[in-house]
C-alpha cells in the first residue's frame, strides 16, 4: 500500500468512526446530570431521561437508512432518516410529533411556509422539526465547548440534518451525538458535534 492509499485508507477509518473510542460521563467532569420535571408518559422516567433512552432504543435497531413516504407517517419497515431518530425518540417519551408538527403548522402556517400540508411528511424534515422545537422547547446554547450546557436528550439541529445529544461525551467533555446521517454509517452514537456547523440546540422542559 503507497502512502496515498495509506492515507485513503486512514481517512475512510476516521470518516466511518472505526477507530476504538473510549467515552466519558457526566460524573467525569463534574456536571450534574439535568432531570426534567415532567413523565409524560408516567413510565416512571422523566422526559429528558426517556426521551435519551427511546433514541438508543430505536437506533439498537439499526435502521436502514432512505428516505420514503409512508402513508400512516411513522416508517415501519426498517428504514429511516435522521429525522426519525428524533420523532422515535419523543414518541417513546409520549410525545407524538407527528401530531404536534401538524397542529402547530396549522396554528402557525406563516412560521412554516408550507405549500401543501401533509401530516405524514412534514414532521420528518429538519426545517419543519426546528420551527417547532424554536417555539416549543428551550433554546440553549450552540458552543460546544460549553460543555456543562449539554445534556443526554437534548435536540442538536445541523443544517440539513438533526440528532439526539448523548449521555455519553468524549476525552474533553463535549457530547457524542445519536443519529442517523447516511447508507454507510456503521455506528449511530457519534464524535461529531465539532465536525458539523450547530444551528440550534433544544431541550424539551
Known amino acids: 500500500m ?4 495509506f492515507f485513503l ?3 475512510g477509518l476516521k470518516f466511518f468512526h472505526i477507530f476504538p473510542t473510549s467515552f466519558y460521563t457526566n460524573e467525569d467532569f463534574d456536571i450534574p446530570t439535568y432531570i426534567s420535571a415532567w413523565d409524560q408518559d408516567q413510565d416512571g ?7 435519551l433512552l427511546s433514541a438508543r432504543s430505536y437506533l439498537d435497531q439499526k ?6 413516504y409512508y402513508a400512516g407517517g411513522y416508517p415501519d419497515d426498517g428504514y429511516g432518516v435522521c429525522t426519525d431518530v428524533v420523532a422515535a425518540a419523543f414518541l417513546g417519551a409520549g410525545y407524538d ?5 401538524h397542529q402547530d403548522i396549522l396554528a402557525r402556517p406563516e412560521d412554516y411556509s408550507i405549500e ?6 412534514d414532521y420528518r424534515r429538519v426545517r419543519n422539526l426546528n420551527v417547532y422545537f424554536s417555539a416549543h422547547a ?7 465547548s460549553a460543555i456543562a450546557e449539554w445534556q443526554g436528550g437534548d435536540i442538536v439541529v445541523f443544517p440539513e440534518h438533526i440528532g439526539i445529544v448523548s449521555d455519553r461525551r468524549n476525552r474533553r467533555g463535549i ?4 443519529h442517523h446521517a447516511h447508507p454507510f454509517q456503521v455506528h449511530y452514537e457519534e464524535d461529531i458535534l465539532e465536525q458539523r456547523d450547530v444551528i440550534a440546540h433544544y431541550r424539551f422542559h
Open 63 to 68: 435502521p436502514k437508512y432512505q428516505s420514503k
Open 116 to 121: 401543501i400540508v401533509d401530516p405524514n411528511i
Open 2 to 5: 503507497g502512502i496515498a492509499g
Open 97 to 101: 410529533l407527528r401530531e404536534r408538527v
Open 9 to 11: 485508507f486512514f481517512y
Open 175 to 178: 457530547p457524542l451525538v445519536l
Open 45 to 51: 422516567y422523566d422526559d429528558q431521561t426517556d426521551i
Open 138 to 144: 428551550i433554546s440553549l446554547t450552540t458552543d460546544v
